[in-house]
């Protein structure tokens, strides 16, 4: 009988992970199955509960489950506890493992998919929310020269930039402090492609040669990009690639296997294209 995993979400039925996990077990020839499961916005622990009275093995959480997921866990990775967020969930026994693999998934589409080593670079983290807490540390372990934290409420900012104080000393401010500031690499955590608004940026953000990474994706450039385009970032990427890396990341942590992405990523470029 096939491993049952799964992906948990409100809503759910627009997730392209169960295709990436498919193509993932075929090319790893891992005997799984892997499913979309929608779960009450009030059911979450009873969803996971049924599911693994069902055979289930693992489970990836989305939106809105993830800071639920990080306390129903009863042990947690250093990612996963350093985010206060849990994406990947693995059973054994009673035991619940909770991991982040965000954070992972997206140094590794920017340093190896993208070909943007992060060594020595200033980067600006647009968004104080849980996209962005998610993935700090993975870019600092990386070495970056600085990372700046900017957001529309400045104390949220600030706040978060003080919840890593002891892994570096990071910036914080609103929009209106990185005027007159440069960066290397741009990265848009906020939520603001998903409604089609646009950042109110200040002009000469993007250094030259700078990437512009926008964690959203959809058919077509996201009004980030547009103004990244537009301000003269070098290259712009979406996260298409982040949730192909994460996914694959979660993979590994299920299976001891780390599948290759760019035969999947490729064709999930194409059907969005299309």
Not at 35 to 44: I, K, Q, T
Not at 50 to 63: I, M, Q, R
């Amino acid at each position: 009988m096939s491993d049952l995993y799964c992906v948990f979400g409100n809503p759910i039925a627009h997730s392209r992970s169960p295709a990436i996990h498919a193509a993932f077990a075929a090319l790893t020839a891992q005997d799984l199955v892997y499913e979309a499961r929608l779960a009450p916005v009030d059911g979450f622990p009873q969803a996971v509960s049924e599911f693994v009275a069902a055979g289930g093995k693992g489970a990836n959480v989305t939106v809105p489950f993830k800071e639920e997921a990080y306390r129903l866990a009863t042990r947690l990775s250093d990612r996963a506890a350093r985010a206060g967020a849990v994406n990947t969930l693995a059973f054994n026994g009673s035991e619940i493992f909770g991991d982040n693999t965000d954070g992972a998934g997206l140094v590794r589409d920017i340093t190896q998919n993208l070909d943007f080593p992060l060594a020595g670079k200033r980067i600006l983290l647009l968004g104080a929310g849980g996209a962005s807490r998610g993935v700090i540390a993975p870019l600092l372990a990386e070495k970056p020269a600085s990372l700046f934290i900017a957001n529309r409420s400045a104390d949220k900012a600030v706040a978060l930039a003080q919840a890593f104080a002891d892994v570096a000393l990071l910036g914080a401010g609103n929009f209106a402090e990185i005027d007159g500031k440069c960066f290397d690499l741009v990265i848009n955590a906020t939520s603001a492609s998903l409604s089609g608004e646009s950042l109110p940026l200040p002009a000469g953000i993007f250094a030259p040669g700078s990437l512009a990474y926008d964690m959203m994706y959809g058919k077509g450039e996201t009004p980030f990009l547009t103004l990244a385009r537009v301000q003269g970032a070098a290259t712009r990427a979406d996260g298409l690639g982040m949730l192909v890396e994460q996914a694959a990341e979660a993979f590994f942590v299920w299976r001891g296997v780390r599948p290759t992405t760019e035969e999947v990523l490729a064709d999930l470029r194409a059907k969005l294209a299309a």
